[in-house]
């Protein structure tokens, strides 16, 4: 069972068990091509297909997960974010305009692309706040400061 302690970590949830449904309807895809005699390379696209959607839905738990412990700021859940958002634009666009024009779905790869693009940005700019903070020098007393007198 998994846990889903914050938004964050239910959206990313979600959009793991879209990629995980698509992953599995595009393999069911495939086995009919191949049974009805396809081309190779229509089923070589379909299965090019599935290994995009395998990298997309481990991108997705690993972000859930990251969310579960509140690590999204680290440098690589960042660049992960980054990934999700453009790839899954991409995608978006692709069922909207190739696959018959499916507007849930591609409104779901749009909502999930635009989330994981927020989240890099902000997570990137908690980052940059908190190295700032470390940076900032100590306040001293100026007489400490100053130099020395007689």
Excluded at 58 to 71: G, I, N, Q
Excluded at 80 to 90: D, E
Excluded at 132 to 138: D, F
């Amino acid at each position: 069972m998994t846990t889903i302690p914050n938004v964050k970590s239910f959206v990313y949830l979600l959009s793991t068990l879209t990629m995980g449904w698509l992953k599995v309807r595009t393999l069911w895809e495939c086995g009919k091509m191949i049974m009805s005699g396809n081309d190779g390379v229509v089923v070589a696209s379909k299965v090019f297909e599935v290994s995009q959607l395998v990298l997309l839905t481990v991108v997705s738990m690993t972000l859930k997960d990251a969310a579960d412990r509140d690590r999204l700021e680290g440098g690589t859940f960042i660049e992960l974010n980054y990934i999700n958002a453009w790839s899954l634009a991409a995608i978006s666009v692709h069922y909207f305009l190739i696959e018959s024009r499916n507007v849930l779905l591609s409104g779901a790869m749009a909502f999930f692309s635009i989330f994981s693009g927020i989240n890099g940005a902000l997570s990137k700019l908690k980052k940059i706040q908190k190295t700032a903070k470390k940076k900032e020098p100590a306040v001293t007393d100026s007489s400490e400061t100053e130099g020395f007198s007689i």
